[in-house]
């Protein structure tokens, strides 16, 4: 077993060649891609690239198994029963549409109830106001407390037999608040009420065990997770998924089609209609090979180590507040400025170097809450290391100076 060292993570992801000098702390947005990630997918289009699933020739084959060997692989990473639980999507965003188009137009009535935490990315939030908008459901949002953590006795005394779903994030993509997942999932199945996760964020940092977690539906991206854009997973259980219709149409999901009717496929390709993204599965596969080949907990350790490095060294600054500080939080910090926009901090920042983001996250209703227009988020990955930390806090410091 090799030490933990995170120059030699770093030294795996070829953007670091390009940009030697590159702080990239926009992780949360979306991570570099290792290697084994680029190679994979290079390797499929090289030795094995053709359409899946139909055709009568050996290179056919052989891209079918390789996209099934990852849906096998992931499946078995993210520890769900079956690899036909795991659909391949677009991403986040298309896997929540999908539960939300399929499942709920199918099962919601007028008055059931959808339960959204305030910390929910939008992309948990929309697609269910449109359902709720098509069927006559309600979408009402759970109260954050004082420190922007999900406010607990008002989730409970929310929970009523008219609750359908509830939606909850693993970890806010704004704050890094991790919300007590086991829980609430518990005392939303006490109520009868399905309940989606949102992964895109925790899935990068610590993983998901699924048939631990409980949950019903299990969202997240590739591209978070070191893995490439354009892929992501919807997964939910085989006894679920054979109550879901269609959502998007066309060839692949079908069983027969004629003018007199069209018969569907069974789950996973009954949602998985055209060409779906069958290089960036095996690179997704990979990513998640990739992570399985370090200890994830090592990883975890040193990302919350280098945002407690971070949030030690703002301290010797002024005018600086790390949103929900006291909360427990994956390695994500937001700060907010007193006196100063957090777009001229960011625009700064980059001078030096530095890659954040600033605004809202895609997470208006958490923001609202907290009264704030937007904030600055610095985000660790496994890669990032205690110098690019201290480079930040110092030019931090400078930008501050230069502002003030
Ligand atoms: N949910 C969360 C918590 C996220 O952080 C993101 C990405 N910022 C999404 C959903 C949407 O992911 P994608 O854009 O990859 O679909």
Redesign the pocket.
């Known amino acids: 077993n090799v030490p933990f060292s995170a120059a030699r993570i770093r030294d795996e992801f070829p953007v670091f060649r390009h940009h030697p000098d590159l702080i990239y702390l926009d992780n ?3 991570t570099q891609k290792p290697l084994a990630v680029l190679d994979a997918e290079r390797r499929f289009y090289e030795t094995a690239n053709a359409n899946i699933h139909r055709a009568a020739h050996r290179l056919g084959s052989a891209a079918t198994d390789a996209f099934e060997g990852a849906r096998t692989r992931i499946a078995a990473h993210l520890n769900a029963a079956h690899p036909d639980e795991v659909l391949f999507t ?7 549409n999908l539960a939300a188009h399929s499942w709920g137009r199918a099962h919601l009535r007028p008055g059931d109830v959808i339960l959204l935490s305030t910390l ?5 939030i929309v697609p269910w106001q449109l359902v709720a908008q098509a069927t006559g459901a309600i979408v009402k949002p759970i109260p954050l407390d004082a420190d922007g953590t999900i406010d607990q006795r008002a989730f409970l005394s929310l929970l009523t037999p008219a609750i359908r779903l509830v939606g909850l ?1 693993q ?3 704004a704050t890094g608040v991790l919300p007590p997942l086991a829980p609430m999932i518990a005392a939303a199945k006490a109520v009868g009420a399905l309940v989606m996760i ?1 992964g ?2 925790g899935i990068a940092h610590g993983g998901v065990d699924l048939q631990a977690l409980g949950a019903d539906f299990y ?1 997240f ?1 590739g ?2 997770l070191y893995g490439p ?1 354009g892929v ?1 997973v919807l997964w939910a259980r085989r006894e679920l998924l054979a109550k879901m219709p269609p959502w998007q149409a066309g060839g692949e999901m079908i069983d027969r089609v004629s003018f007199d009717g069209t018969t569907f496929a069974e789950p996973p390709f009954r949602f998985e209609a055209g060409t779906p993204p069958i290089a960036q599965a095996v690179g997704l596969a990979a990513a998640m090979d990739w992570l399985a080949g370090h200890d994830r907990d090592t990883l975890l350790r040193h990302e919350l180590a280098l945002r407690e490095r971070f949030e030690a060294g703002l301290v010797q600054l002024d005018c600086i507040r790390v949103l929900s500080a006291s909360a427990p939080r994956g390695p994500i910090t937001a700060l907010a400025f007193d006196g100063l926009h957090p777009y001229d901090v960011a625009q700064f920042l980059d001078g030096y170097g530095v890659a954040v983001r600033v605004g809202q ?2 997470a208006g209703p958490l923001h609202q809450a907290l009264g704030l227009n937007g904030s600055l988020r610095a985000s660790f990955a496994a890669y990032n290391t205690e110098a690019d930390v201290d480079a930040t806090l110092a030019a931090l410091a400078t930008t501050l100076e230069q502002l003030a």
């Not at 677009?90 to 929540?96: F, L, N, S």
């Not at 929910?120 to 948990?124: D, G, R, T």
């Open positions: 949360a947005a979306t677009r991403g986040t965003t298309e896997a929540i929910e990315h939008h992309a948990n994030t970890c806010s993509n949102d895109a964020q969202a991206s591209h978070k854009t992501g996250h895609c």
